[in-house]
C-alpha cells in the first residue's frame, strides 16, 4: 500500500493535485477538524496542519503512527508543540517544519500601516469626519525616528526592510551576534534589549513565544521605553505582562501600544485595554489571510513536498530545543 499525505479538508483539493504530479508514489487523503479519521491514517507519513488546525495531534500522538513530517501552515509553533509533538520531536521520529517566511510581508505591511495610521493620526480624522467636525492636526513622520524590532526572523526581517524604506533607523534584537542586512544595527542579550528599548520610539515584538521569552517585556522593560515610544506587538500576546502594559499605559509611562494578540484571545470584554485611547486592537490578524499570503504558504510546502519525496533535508525545520 502506497503512502499517505493527509491534508486538511480546506486545501486538499487545491493541493493534491499539485502533490501528486510532484510526489507521484504518495497518495493525498482530505482530513476534517471533527468527525472520524480518515480510513489508511495509519499509512500516513505527512501531515500539513492548516492554519487554527487541531486535529494534527490526535493523527500525531499514536504511538504506532507512522508521521515522520508535520508541516504547520502558521509562522509561531508554539500551540503546535504538544507534547506527542514535541516528544517525537526529541527522539527524531518527527521533522516539523513551518511557514515563516510566508508572513514577511503582509505582517510587514501590516505593521507599517498601523504606525503610518498612528503617526499621521488617521484614527481621530475618521472620528473627526462621523462628527462633522473640520479640524486640523498636528502630525508625526516616521522618517528619522527608530524602530526597535524584537526578533528578527523571517517577520522581524520583514517589518525592518519596510521601516527602513520609510527612513526610519532600525535596531534589531537577535539570539546570536551576527549582522543582519535588513537593520541597521543588531543587538543581543539583556543589554542589547535594554538598549533597543531606551534608544526606540517604536518597539515591535516580532519574536517567538517559548519558556525563555515568556513575559520578555514586563515592568522594568516598560519602564525602561521613552515615554513617548509606543508598543507593537504581532507575535504572541505572552511575550508581555499585559498588567504591566496596561499600568504603563493608564500612568502615561508609554504613549501608545498597537496589539495584535493577547494573553486570552479573544480579548476579555472587561480588559482595561479597550478602554485606553491609546491603545489599538486587532483580532490576532495581522497577516490578514491575503491572497499572496496563502499562495506563498502553499509555495513552501510544495517545495518541501518535492524535497522529502526525493528523501532531500526539508527547509524550514523548527529547532525543538529553540522553539522555533
Request: aromatic share 6%; charged share 20%; hydrophobic share 40%.
Amino acid at each position: 500500500m502506497s503512502e499517505v499525505f493527509l491534508i486538511p479538508e480546506g486545501v486538499h483539493e487545491e493541493l493534491s493535485a499539485q502533490i501528486q504530479s510532484i510526489a507521484p508514489l504518495y497518495r493525498c487523503i482530505p482530513y476534517s477538524e471533527e468527525g472520524d479519521l480518515p480510513p489508511d491514517t495509519d499509512s500516513a507519513v505527512a501531515v500539513l496542519r492548516w492554519v487554527a488546525g487541531k486535529r494534527f495531534s490526535s493523527l500525531i500522538e499514536n504511538e504506532a503512527a507512522r508521521v515522520r513530517w508535520l508541516h504547520t501552515a502558521s509562522a509561531g509553533v508554539d500551540h503546535v508543540l504538544t507534547p506527542p509533538v514535541r516528544q517525537r520531536c526529541e527522539r527524531g521520529e518527527l521533522i516539523l517544519t513551518d511557514s515563516g517566511p510566508a508572513f514577511g510581508i503582509a505582517i510587514g505591511e501590516f505593521v507599517l500601516a498601523w504606525m503610518l495610521s498612528v503617526s499621521h493620526r488617521l484614527p481621530e480624522l475618521h472620528e473627526q469626519k462621523q462628527s462633522k467636525h473640520w479640524r486640523s492636526l498636528q502630525q508625526e513622520e516616521l522618517h528619522g525616528q527608530t524602530a526597535g524590532i524584537v526578533g528578527l526572523g523571517p517577520i522581524g526581517q520583514g517589518i525592518a526592510e519596510r521601516c527602513g524604506a520609510m527612513g526610519m533607523r532600525t535596531i534589531g534584537l537577535r539570539r546570536r551576534p551576527l549582522p543582519a542586512p535588513c537593520v541597521d544595527q543588531t543587538v543581543t542579550g539583556t543589554g542589547g534589549l535594554r538598549q533597543l528599548l531606551r534608544e526606540s520610539d517604536w518597539v515591535i515584538i516580532a519574536a517567538a513565544l517559548t519558556g525563555e521569552t515568556r513575559h520578555l517585556i514586563g515592568e522594568s522593560e516598560l519602564t525602561t521605553m521613552k515615554p513617548t515610544a509606543r508598543l507593537v506587538n504581532i507575535a504572541r500576546g505572552g511575550l508581555v505582562d499585559e498588567a504591566a502594559l496596561i499600568t504603563a499605559l493608564q500612568t502615561g509611562g508609554i504613549a501608545g501600544a498597537c496589539l495584535d494578540v493577547f494573553a486570552t484571545e479573544p480579548l476579555p470584554h472587561d480588559s482595561p485595554l479597550w478602554e485606553i485611547p491609546q491603545v489599538h486592537i486587532a483580532p490576532h490578524n495581522s497577516s490578514g489571510w491575503a491572497k499572496g499570503l496563502r499562495e506563498r504558504q502553499k509555495r513552501l510546502f510544495l517545495e518541501n513536498v518535492a524535497r522529502f519525496a526525493a528523501g532531500e533535508p526539508l527547509a524550514g525545520v523548527v529547532d525543538i530545543a529553540q522553539g522555533y
